[in-house]
């Protein structure tokens, strides 16, 4: 195919490439075989193929940064738009915002935003995903607690809808376009390019790590460093603990200028944690914010990184968590988890969530929960036992209020779906049959029939 915008097909060697590459996710567990793939040097391509494709009801799908778990990022059969290309990132201080092509990564616009001493409110914790993709999902990071989602801070979106159309959308312009794609997990057009607010960042943080040995305590602690202002990030993790049990660990992170050092008594004075092995660390704001790139490198050079993960990540009323979370942990099926994988523990506020389209309990404390584990690459038995583990998981978490966070591995018919977005199932049908009438789009995610 060659049009205007320059649609052509890649040499023969490149093309295999791009659909071997294109055919997988971080996942590894679902696999597909798409038709092709368009590697996006303009938005006018990306238009081209979309009006070609709609007509003719073949998928497409944009790929970012490849982090999908579970084929939401495939398009059998389809188009996959690769967005590495469209990856331009444009600070524009004065006015604290920065404009990015869909397909740069978080790392892109950190290190653009922080060159002028700005930061988004909310990173996500590995820079590795595209704007776009961490757009599609919402986006959580460790000042989740008190600026919400990485979607919230959106100021302006260009999109090509699933009708072909180039719109710019905005809580101004087609609002309901907007809404619908923030969080919207691709369903009605593909993020080009977005707007993303800054505020002025830290130079450094103090790091603490507090360790707790129960969980009443962990939660009673990340509760209060929730709702008061002492610290900008506050995350938490489980971890196995020598005795065949698990500690509960609690990042905080302080700003500081450098010179007016954080006094640590007023931080974590009054904290229920074990002081025997607090763990405090000055850093640069770069530096905590790639504070997982060593981790990655670990994970690829012990090759857990190319492994299936089948991830699942819920959100918890807080009240609920206290007691879900260790009852998950001790189950067999959860036992690999003390080998290979992270059990991550995030604090929500209700109130500070916006983006319609993220569903989450009621209430105003929530927890994040993500349960991030590898799987032995030759025996599909194991994911698919985990993967069914992951479904009992989510039927419980239902029961006590918990809501699933779309992306992970487990999966979903058009009636679940119904059942996840609940109230805004409507609006999403309203949104999606105006905006990609042909249901092209996103189709890993199985929200059709
Ligand atoms: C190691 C790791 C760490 C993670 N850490 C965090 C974290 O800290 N916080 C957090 O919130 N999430 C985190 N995630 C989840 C991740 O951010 C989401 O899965 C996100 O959707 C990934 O986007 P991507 O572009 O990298 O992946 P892709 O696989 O390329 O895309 C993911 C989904 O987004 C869609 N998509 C991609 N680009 C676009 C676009 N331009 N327009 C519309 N739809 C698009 C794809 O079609 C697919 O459905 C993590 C995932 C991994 C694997």
């Not at 368009?38 to 238009?47: H, Y």
């Not at 830290?202 to 602690?221: K, M």
């Not at 319609?356 to 690459?377: I, Q, V």
């Not at 966070?405 to 949104?431: I, N, Q, S, Y």
Request: glycine share 10%.
């Amino acid at each position: 195919m060659k049009g205007a915008s320059g649609l052509v097909p890649p040499a023969n060697d490149d093309r295999e490439q791009d659909l071997l590459r294109a055919s997988a996710d971080f996942g590894h567990i679902v696999d597909s075989h798409p038709l092709g793939v368009l590697t996006a040097r303009s938005v006018g391509a990306v238009q081209e193929l979309v009006a070609f494709a709609g007509p003719r009801g073949i998928a497409v799908t944009a790929r970012g940064g490849g982090q999908a778990l579970y084929g939401q990022g495939q398009a059998d059969g389809g188009y996959v738009v690769d967005m590495a290309g469209l990856n331009d990132v444009r600070c524009v201080p004065e006015d604290r915002v920065l404009v990015a092509g869909a397909g740069a990564l978080w790392s892109d616009v950190v290190r653009a935003a922080l060159a002028a001493g700005l930061a988004p409110p909310v990173v996500p914790d590995h820079l590795g995903g595209s704007v776009g993709g961490v757009l599609s999902t919402g986006g959580f990071g460790g000042a989740s607690h008190r600026f919400g989602l990485v979607a919230d801070w959106v100021r302006e979106l260009e999109v090509v809808t699933g009708a072909g159309e180039r719109l710019v959308c905005s809580q101004q312009v087609y609002p309901d376009l907007f809404r619908a794609v923030l969080a919207g997990l691709g369903q009605c057009a593909l993020i080009v390019r977005a707007t993303l607010q800054l505020l002025p960042a830290p130079a450094r943080v103090r790091r603490y790590r507090l360790y707790h040995r129960t969980p009443g305590t962990f939660f009673t602690d990340q509760r209060r460093l929730a709702r008061d202002a002492r610290f900008s990030h506050v995350a938490g993790q489980a971890r196995p603990a020598l005795d065949g049990g698990w500690h509960y660990m609690i990042e905080a992170v302080a700003p500081h200028d450098g010179q007016l050092q954080p006094e640590d008594g007023l931080f974590i004075g009054d904290l229920d944690h074990d002081p025997d092995t607090e763990e405090i660390e000055d850093l640069s704001y770069a530096e905590y914010l790639h504070r997982l790139d060593r981790d990655e490198r670990l994970l690829r050079a012990t090759g857990e990184w190319h492994r299936p993960h089948p991830w699942l990540t819920l959100l918890l009323p807080e009240e609920a968590a206290t007691s879900f979370v260790p009852a998950v942990l001790a189950e067999d099926a959860q036992q690999a988890l003390r080998f290979c994988g992270t059990v991550q523990l995030r604090p929500l506020t209700g109130s500070t969530l916006h983006a319609p389209l993220l569903r989450r309990p009621p209430g105003e404390r929530l927890c994040l929960l993500s349960l991030m584990r590898t799987a032995p690459p030759d025996r599909p038995d194991v994911v698919r036992r985990l993967v069914a583990a992951n479904r009992a998981i989510h039927t419980r978490a239902t029961a006590v209020g918990g809501v699933l966070h779309p992306g992970g591995a487990l999966p979903m018919t058009p009636d679940d779906w119904r059942t996840h977005f609940g109230p805004d199932w409507d609006e999403l049908v309203r949104a999606k049959a105006l905006y990609d009438t042909h249901r092209v789009l996103t189709r890993g995610y199985g929200l059709w029939p």
